[in-house]
């Protein structure tokens, strides 16, 4: 390894390092706690997990109009709302479109298992099912990443998670 590469990586691994501490010295970051220790929310972050789960009962609402603007009150006028690998969709109008598609032929529930929250980031794990006109419920598991501005969903990402399901 040439001198300057070295001086270049540790000159790079300084500033990351500078940037991490300075982020936990501004305030959304904190330290890590030890495994079995419990860490509480701040009552911001309470706020946010309580719009995303809010949010994720919006979905359960009828008629599907009424679940899409409940929704959308939810979110920041440019929110970004991206599926695993599909395209993103930008800006309420455009989710608005996207949410119509989804809820046109389908009922929505989400059975939400774990939320927490750490500074404006909020993430849920859960069991989306998507109830067919013909009573056909198609359940699959997601995690959802939420990032939240002004007390509103800003970015919405969903994993879907693979669906290998064994019977003992």
């Known amino acids: 390894m040439q001198d300057d590469q ?10 990351g390092l500078g940037a991490i501490i300075a982020a936990g010295l501004l305030g959304e970051s904190r330290i890590a706690a030890a495994p079995g220790d419990v860490v509480e929310m701040t009552a911001a ?25 409940k ?8 929110c970004v709302w991206k ?4 395209a993103a969709a930008v800006g309420r109008a455009a989710i608005g479109e996207r949410m119509t598609k989804f809820l046109a ?7 939400v298992f774990d939320t927490f929250a750490r500074g404006s980031l909020v993430v849920n794990s859960r069991i989306d099912s998507n109830i067919h006109p013909d009573g056909v419920d198609t ?12 007390g509103k969903i800003n970015e919405w990402y969903e994993l879907t998670m693979r669906r290998e399901m064994k019977i003992a």
Not at 6 to 15: E, G, H, K, N, V
Not at 72 to 78: A, F, I, R, V, W
């Open 6 to 15: 070295a001086i270049d990586r540790r000159a790079m691994m300084t500033a």
């Open 45 to 69: 972050e309470k706020a946010n997990v309580k719009v995303v789960n809010d949010f994720c009962k919006a979905w359960d609402l009828q008629p599907a109009a009424a679940a899409r603007e």
């Open 71 to 78: 929704m959308q009150s939810l979110m920041t006028e440019g």
């Open 83 to 86: 599926i695993s690998n599909s």
């Open 105 to 111: 032929n389908t009922h929505f529930n989400l059975n």
């Open 139 to 150: 359940p699959y598991p997601i995690v959802g990443v939420f990032f939240m501005k002004d």
